[in-house]
């Protein structure tokens, strides 16, 4: 920890500040276009067709009659300007084509111009516009600095959200040909190999065998992690970088020891070894739907009866609000169990049930905070009250961390910010972009810091660990400074050694 | 001529006004949203989200959240416009029940708030440079003729009266298909002229929030995705290719 623990200072930290408006600050950054291949495993053109405007246009209407939220939303606009100071790329940047209604006003323009009666005939009027080669730059541009994080959308009268924008403009960027390389890349891994590091079943199972012998080394007892059993209770889905990215790992180990402590019998499945779900981010429908129904074939040939998601924030938005809709009905699992559970609802029911025991003071060297991963926070559930999404993982932190303190009220639960990294913008070449989205809940985090001397924050989401571990260094913590929720429950569960081995 | 105009031009921007607006609420009705978007935490049950989308009408809930000084000249506004509507009523309706008679004292004190309120919300249009960048020229005009048609009216209140019998007359005889005259007093024909404009402009503009806020998916939405398959025709299509 580099930032001293100074109350005083804590209020010359403000994660809301306005920034100075800069027009034109962020027009350079774009994520790579994907190669022909990457195109074509997703089932898009390789390359920018020669009619593309026509094609845009075409798709753009094809959208329209078949996302109500596209229609209303372009059409309720009023420009009233609430959701103009909450975009976090916004407030890192001060580019004002980084204010949600500016992002959206890229594809109102065109829609009005060629779907509305003032656009076509008083295009001036009413800021509409023709699709150039200029706006075609910007929607790759700006719609690739939205991370669909939704918060645009608490704040809006008429709820538009810019996700939804965002998704509809990159599914006509594929459309003609000019589809993002990190998204497109990884969807076609998914569809060939079951995850998206493309790690295939042998060096997934080594990988496991390797954490098993970890995990005994470390405290004695063989907690086990199943692949591919046929005939387990519980399916664990998770994202594939749990299963050696830090602290991700951390985070499948707490898993497994909760699975091992409740006698469990679970298997995670090498052919849908991913919880994550990029055909949301590129807002296909389509893509999104044959990543979910290798889940329920996953399902049916283990013969489960339940399916658990691991921590990932969108994953668990495809998961909760998604899955039922592109891949159910899942009449053939256990009915006594919501379809599907997220882990923390699980290791949360443990608990209630008296099934876990702790030792709390393993983390009393951390004083901690959480950051509601945003597409949890605002597209999900846990529990069966609205709110649990904060509630659950909170009481988990609180059973095993005797010291909790949460950043101030306007940056967490509906209205936390996103780490920066979300909606398919975890790549490098977007690194600028991601270093200022997160400024917002860094500064949050600075404030506990300085307040309470909070050493570390825990996330439930993949994307938001290995971006905090990324960009953590530029704000003066450590880049292990983030960690798994069920890291910490790793730590404090108490497992017992085996009575009598052989 | 004048009264022939004007019956023609009230005839045309109702026709306009209750087509266009049925139209835009058919295709926002038909159009299907295939995925579970509701902003979260959201109501579990459909009683639930009526009451969320009351909040969201009655009180702004959203906006409030957002910012206090687009709230408070928003939700002013609406309401004083609300108010103003049903004073209107008296004018088309013969006798006048005895609650609009009451709503009448309150009805000329919301035209100082409707007022009000629109020129904070266009002062913010100039003043705040974040709105500033996002307004266009239809936002301008839109203000500008709610606050024409605002002014013109207090005008025939507290500066001129204009002959409010015969105009009534009008009215009710044009909802009779029995033309009355129409009083040629230039405020009064300013005020209805900017009236006419209103109604004609309703449906092919930002106005049609007025209908989208109930049709918005993320606001209308039931939370129970793992309890009840929610699925639009065309994606049920896609379920063709399905083995099982």
């Given at each position: 920890m580099y930032i001293k623990n100074d109350p005083s200072e804590a209020t010359q930290i403000d994660p809301l500040e306005m920034p100075a408006l800069c027009p034109g600050?962020?027009?350079g950054s774009n994520p790579w276009v994907a190669s022909p291949d990457h195109q074509a495993s997703c089932?898009?053109?390789?390359?920018?067709?020669?009619?593309w405007q026509e094609k845009a246009i075409e798709k753009m209407g094809e959208l329209l009659t078949k996302y109500r939220s596209l229609k209303v939303y372009l059409d309720s606009c009023?420009?009233?300007?609430?959701?103009?100071?909450?975009?976090h790329y916004f407030l890192g940047?001060?580019?004002?084509?980084?204010?949600p209604v500016a992002r959206q006003d890229l594809l109102r323009k065109v829609y009005r111009r060629h779907f509305t009666l003032a656009g076509k005939w008083f295009p001036k009027l009413v800021g509409a516009e023709d699709l150039t080669k200029e706006v075609l730059d910007d929607w790759y541009s700006y719609f690739h600095q939205?991370?669909?994080?939704?918060r645009c959308s608490v704040f809006c009268p008429y709820g538009i959200d810019t996700a939804e924008i965002s998704m509809a403009g990159r599914e006509i960027l594929d459309h003609i040909?000019?589809?993002?390389k990190y998204c497109n890349e990884i969807i076609g891994k998914v569809h060939t190999i079951g995850n998206n590091l493309g790690l295939n079943k042998n060096a997934l199972r080594s990988t496991l065998e390797g954490l098993e012998e970890d995990i005994e080394d470390d405290i004695g007892v063989p907690v086990k992690l199943p692949?591919?059993?046929?005939?387990?209770?519980i399916l664990l889905v998770t994202p594939?970088?749990?299963?050696?990215a830090e602290p991700h790992v951390d985070g499948l180990i707490g898993y497994a020891k909760v699975f091992h402590a409740a006698g469990a019998n679970w298997t995670i499945s090498s052919y849908a070894s991913?919880?994550?779900?990029f055909g949301m981010f590129i807002g296909s429908y389509e893509n999104m739907r044959e990543i979910s129904l290798r889940i329920r074939q996953a399902a049916l040939d283990l013969g489960v009866k339940r399916i658990v998601f691991g921590e990932c924030g969108h994953a668990w938005r495809v998961a909760y609000s998604f899955l039922n809709t592109l891949a159910?009905?899942?009449?053939?699992?256990?009915?006594?169990?919501?379809?599907?559970?997220?882990i923390c609802e699980y290791t949360w029911d443990l608990i209630q049930e008296g099934k876990l025991n702790f030792d709390?003071?393993?983390?009393?060297?951390i004083k901690l905070t959480f950051h509601d991963s945003c597409n949890v926070a605002r597209a999900t559930r846990m529990g069966?009250?609205?709110g649990g999404q904060f509630e659950i993982p909170r009481a988990i932190l609180r059973t095993v961390c005797n010291y909790y303190y949460d950043m101030p009220e306007d940056t967490i639960k509906e209205a936390t910010f996103c780490c920066g990294g979300g909606g398919g913008l975890?790549?490098?070449?977007?690194m600028d972009l991601r270093k200022k989205g997160s400024s917002p809940r860094m500064k949050a985090l600075q404030t506990v810091n300085q307040?309470?001397?909070?050493?570390h924050m825990a996330a439930i989401c993949a994307i938001c660990k290995t971006q905090f571990a990324k960009v953590m260094p530029n704000f003066?913590?450590?880049?292990?400074s983030i960690l798994s929720v069920h890291q910490l429950v790793s730590n404090a569960i108490i497992l017992e050694a085996p009575q009598d081995d052989e | 001529m004048l009264t022939t105009i004007y019956a023609c031009l009230f005839y045309v921007a109702t026709v306009v006004l209750v087509v266009g607006f049925a139209n835009r609420i058919r295709q926002f009705a038909t159009t299907p949203a295939p995925l579970k978007i509701p902003?979260?935490?959201?109501?579990?049950t459909k009683t639930g989200v009526a009451f969320r989308l009351f909040r969201e009408v009655a009180f702004f809930e959203s906006l409030f959240k957002a910012n206090k000084w687009i709230w408070v000249f928003g939700w002013v506004f609406h309401m004083a416009l609300a108010v103003v509507l049903i004073r209107h009523l008296r004018y088309f309706v013969?006798?006048?029940?005895e609650v609009l008679a009451l709503v009448q004292p309150f009805g000329v004190l919301a035209s100082f708030a409707m007022v009000a309120g629109l020129a904070g919300l266009w002062g913010r249009r100039f003043v705040v440079e974040r709105i500033r960048y996002i307004s266009r020229p239809s936002d301008h005009l839109m203000l500008a003729l709610l606050m024409g048609i605002g002014l013109s009216g207090m005008m025939m209140k507290f500066v001129a009266h204009t002959d409010i019998v015969a105009v009534k007359a009008f009215f009710l005889g044009l909802m009779r298909f029995q033309i009355q005259p129409i009083p040629a007093d230039p405020i009064l024909l300013v005020h209805l002229t900017l009236v006419a404009v209103l109604m004609i402009v309703f449906p092919f503009s930002k106005l049609v929030h007025s209908a989208g806020v109930f049709f918005s998916p993320s606001r209308n939405q039931v939370d129970n995705s793992r309890e009840v398959r929610h699925l639009a025709p065309w994606a049920a299509k896609l379920e063709a290719d399905r083995a099982r």
């Open positions: 600050a962020m027009e089932g898009f053109p390789g390359e920018l067709v020669d009619n009023v420009k009233c300007g609430a959701c103009t100071d909450k975009c940047t001060g580019d004002p084509k980084n204010m939205c991370s669909q994080c939704r040909g000019k589809g993002q692949l591919d059993k046929k005939g387990a209770d594939s970088a749990d299963f050696f991913e919880a994550a779900n159910g009905p899942f009449d053939f699992l256990d009915p006594r169990y919501p379809v599907p559970q997220h709390k003071s393993k983390n009393d060297h069966d009250k609205p975890l790549t490098d070449e977007l307040e309470h001397g909070v050493t003066g913590f450590e880049r292990d | 902003t979260m935490p959201a109501p579990t013969q006798p006048v029940p």
